[in-house]
Structures are given as C-alpha cells and as structure tokens.
C-alpha cells in the first residue's frame, strides 16, 4: 500500500493542474472546482492510506 500512494498523489496533481487550466482558459468555475476537489479527495486517500500502512507495520513489530 505504501508504494501506492505516491501514484494517488501524482494523479492528484494532474487534477488539480488539469483544474486550474480549465479556470484559467475556458472560464468554466464548476468543472474548475470539481477537479480541484478531486484533487483534495486523492490527497487525503493517499495521507490515509499511508497512516494506515504504518499502523499496521507498527502494530505487527509490537505483537511479536
């Protein structure tokens, strides 16, 4: 899961890139916006997924 997250992150940013070009050539707010939160909503899958990743780690080096 670790080595996954990384790639959420890239997407995210082609998002969000991808986003801040609509609003900046076409003009098109809602569509600008939807890109940008899904540019947010990668991120915070990328950040749980991460936190989850290293619990698990830390829990399995507690219990043996």
Same mark, same amino acid.
């Given at each position: 899961?670790?080595?996954? %997250?990384?790639?959420?992150? &890239? @997407? %995210?940013?082609?998002?969000?890139? /991808?986003? /801040?070009y609509l @609003? !900046?050539f076409?003009?098109? &707010? &809602? #569509?600008s916006?939807?890109? !940008?939160? %899904?540019?947010?909503?990668?991120i /915070?899958a990328?950040?749980?997924?991460?936190? #989850?990743?290293? @619990?698990?780690?830390?829990?399995? #080096?507690?219990?043996s």
């Amino acid at each position: 899961m670790k080595r996954v %997250a990384p790639w959420f992150t &890239l @997407l %995210a940013s082609v998002f969000f890139f /991808y986003g /801040y070009y609509l @609003l !900046m050539f076409t003009g098109d &707010l &809602l #569509e600008s916006l939807m890109f !940008m939160l %899904a540019f947010l909503s990668f991120i /915070y899958a990328s950040v749980i997924m991460d936190d #989850e990743w290293v @619990l698990k780690i830390g829990e399995n #080096e507690f219990s043996s």
